[in-house]
T-cell receptor, first 113, second 111 residues
Framework: ETGVTQSPTHLIKTRGQQVTLRCSSQ?????VSWYQQALGQGPQFIFQ???????GRGNFPPRFSGLQFPNYSSELNVNALELDDSALYLC????????????FGPGTRLLVL | LAKTTQPISMDSYEGQEVNITCSHN???????ITWYQQFPSQGPRFIIQ???TKVTNEVASLFIPADRKSSTLSLPRVSLSDTAVYYC????????????FGSGTRLQVQP
């Protein structure tokens, strides 16, 4: 519906592994934000990318990192996975210069065993 | 960012109007008020955004009093498919700001 797509939809990893999640933003949107949503809680801001550079970061450790590509798509990388990293990871795209808000993708459900 | 307070849960019946009120006493001059809807295992969906007075779209209405310290999301004639978590957010309305979500209001619509 929003034009924001994420892959994969589900993922199972074991503790200590690394994971890469992908996001394609809505056409024309140049800003991508990533959020982590634990079960029963609201989404928590991880970081945002604008024009391929990190443009703000929430309270997440450095093992959470990201990239934005020239076509504005983005990756979220998580190293040294911990059990508490199990969550729904959401990507949201927006147009930086707009007063409009952000539009979310369907999310990637990550389970760390 | 201004902190928001909204009820943890609400119950309603099909066909009724539902009003969810959000308090944001410390809202700043540049802040907009935005509501999202989220179904289980899906990303939040933008419902409506406003700055002052009243905003209406095909899904909902948003009422904002003159002091802007609260807002009310109004869902007309809810159906079972409106069962979801509703989040009230305040912040600058640009796409470059991190969104701060609270715990939201869990709306349960009964037949």
């Amino acid at each position: 519906e929003t034009g924001v797509t994420q892959s994969p939809t589900h993922l199972i990893k074991t503790r200590g592994q690394q994971v890469t999640l992908r996001c394609s933003s809505q056409s024309g949107h140049n800003t991508v934000s990533w959020y982590q949503q634990a079960l029963g809680q609201g989404p928590q801001f991880i970081f945002q990318y604008y024009r391929e550079e990190e443009n703000g970061r929430g309270n997440f450790p450095p093992r959470f990192s990201g990239l934005q590509f020239p076509n504005y798509s983005s990756e979220l990388n998580v190293n040294a996975l911990e059990l508490d990293d199990s969550a729904l990871y959401l990507c949201a795209s927006s147009l930086a210069a707009s007063q409009e808000t952000q539009y979310f993708g369907p999310g990637t459900r990550l389970l760390v065993l | 960012l201004a902190k928001t307070t909204q009820p943890i849960s609400m119950d309603s019946y099909e066909g009724q109007e539902v009003n969810i009120t959000c308090s944001h006493n410390n809202i700043a001059t540049n802040d907009y008020i935005t509501w999202y809807q989220q179904f289980p295992s899906q990303g939040p969906r933008f419902i409506i955004q406003g700055y002052k007075t009243k905003v209406t779209n095909e899904v909902a209405s948003l009422f904002i009093p003159a002091d802007r310290k609260s807002s009310t999301l109004s869902l007309p004639r809810v159906s079972l498919s409106d069962t979801a978590v509703y989040y009230c957010l305040v912040g600058e309305g640009t796409g470059r700001r991190a969104l701060t979500f609270g715990s939201g209001t869990r709306l349960q619509v009964q037949p």
